[in-house]
């Protein structure tokens, strides 16, 4: 079983549409959860960070972390066609521990 | 702010043979890490640098992947024989380190490397 579950997609979606972006884990001493975003061709970039539970939102971005279920999630509200990319949920145990991927969710916003 | 530089973008070899990218870093960035993304996959961790030490490289194939960050700056991998497994794109990451957050890592456009 992999640490970090992540299902590739692709994901579709009309423009304005509301996405929903999902992880499960299986190592309960992550504390740090991250959401990247890839554009094709590009190394990934931060978007969002979280510590241990609870939701964060920035601008049309919310993440949310469910520990007891070992669940984490990404809302992108208003999608536009330029949130077409790949989005990979990242954790780790804190300080200086390791970062462990998921393997990315292929997003299209179509027009 | 410049970004994290790497070379070269794409390169092609054959099996058996060596290859070898750099990476230069954002500037004043301690931590340094070298990334490898197969395709349709997430980056695996390959190797993680403290300023020119070595935090973690248990997942590096050290009986064919080699890696030094000299001064504590520029960083090398090199990859010698190569196998056609090898074919990702190798991603170079670096974050402040003990100044600031340590998963707020900043990538470089990679390198494709293609192994026939």
């Known amino acids: 079983q992999k640490e970090v579950e992540q299902d590739p997609g692709p994901l579709s979606v009309p423009e304005g549409a509301i996405v929903s972006l999902n992880c499960t884990y299986s190592?309960?001493?992550?504390?740090?959860f991250m959401w990247y975003r890839q554009y094709s061709r590009k190394g990934p970039e931060l978007l969002m960070y979280t510590y241990s539970s609870g939701n964060k939102e920035d601008g049309r971005f919310t993440a949310q972390v469910d520990k007891s279920s070992k669940y984490i999630s990404l809302f992108i509200r208003d999608s536009q066609p330029s949130d077409s990319a790949t989005y990979l949920c990242a954790m780790s145990r804190g300080g200086y521990q390791k970062v462990t991927f998921g393997t990315g969710t292929k997003l299209q916003v179509i027009p | 702010e410049a970004g994290v530089a790497q070379s070269p973008r794409y390169k092609i070899i054959e099996k058996r043979q060596s290859v070898a990218f750099w990476c230069n870093p954002i500037?004043?960035?301690?931590?340094l890490y070298w990334y490898q993304q197969i395709l349709g996959q997430g980056p695996k961790l390959l190797i993680q640098f403290q300023n020119n030490g070595v935090v973690d490289d248990s997942q590096l194939p050290k009986d064919r992947f080699s890696a030094e960050r000299l001064k504590g700056v520029d960083s090398t991998l090199k990859i010698q024989p190569a196998k056609l497994e090898d074919s990702a794109v190798y991603l170079c990451a670096s974050s402040l380190g003990h100044t600031g957050l340590p998963y707020e890592q900043y990538f470089g456009p990679g390198t494709r490397l293609t192994v026939t």
């Open positions: 500037s004043g960035h301690a931590t």
């Open positions: 190592n309960s001493a992550f504390q740090y």
